[in-house]
């Protein structure tokens, strides 16, 4: 499973209160969800007027389709012209499916379902 994560960070030009970079981030977030079924959420900068930093992620079978949409995402939110991106990073990150002790727990694990006789 490839796991993929990218930090945005925006400024919200013009705002004058955190009531209105509020407004703008919820915005971006709530677009970005729809367009891509990505996890979106303010991870810095919430006691700030004018800057704030979302964190997206995604998961996914592969490394290509994930990066992608991440990059996608960041594109999109630079074309919305809510806000200038200021910076953004992307890591994806490999965790063991096959392999993976926790996996056979899960398959192993009493669910509390009663055996047919």
């Known amino acids: 499973m490839i796991v993929g994560a990218a930090l945005v960070e925006i400024h919200v030009h013009g705002s004058q209160s955190l009531k209105e970079k509020r407004g703008v981030v919820r915005s971006i977030q709530q677009r970005v969800r729809n367009r891509f079924n990505l996890a979106v959420s303010e991870v810095g900068g919430q006691g700030t007027w004018q800057r704030a930093t979302l964190g997206l992620a995604a998961a996914g079978a592969e490394a290509v ?3 992608s949409v991440l990059d996608r995402a960041i594109v999109f939110i630079e074309e919305l012209h809510l806000a200038e ?14 392999s993976c002790p926790a996996a056979e727990d899960f398959e192993a694990a009493d669910w509390g379902e009663e055996e047919e006789e």
Do not use: F, I, N
């Open 65 to 67: 389709p994930v990066r």
């Open 85 to 98: 991106v200021l910076g953004s990073d992307v890591e994806l990150l490999t965790l063991p499916h096959e």
